[in-house]
């Protein structure tokens, strides 16, 4: 991916993007969001990495403007949060799986997270109103 597609975010981004993302949700084991306290809009299973590649494309299409921005923010800290358009992730989205370990997708200005767990499952999940925003 060309460097001037994808943007890093620094330790206050990234804070800011945390706090109204996924800190509106209670974790469960490890920081995945726990969907048993939290109800969710859709959940999908992927089976391997053709199928995510075609499932990410339809849950961009839905809920990210084609020619916005999305953060994806992985689960494991060594890996910064990055901002990228939508058709270059959608382009990449099997390079964002291999990627791992698992990893939200916030499209930028939307009211969704989407989680991405490396078992399959994808489940979409509203952003209480006045969380969400635009990093």
Known sequence: MNDQQVMKLDLAENSALAAATLSSFPAATGDVIDFESVPFEDRLWWDDGEHWTRMAAELLSSYA???G???VIWGNYLMPTVTIPVDVAVRHAQEILDAGPHF???PLGGSV???????GQVTV???P???SHAV
């Open 129 to 131: 109103p006045n969380r």
């Open 113 to 119: 997270l989407i989680e991405c767990l490396m078992d």
């Open 69 to 71: 921005r999305i953060a």
């Open 65 to 67: 403007q084609p020619s």
């Open 104 to 106: 939200w997708i916030y």
């Open 125 to 127: 999940v509203t952003i």
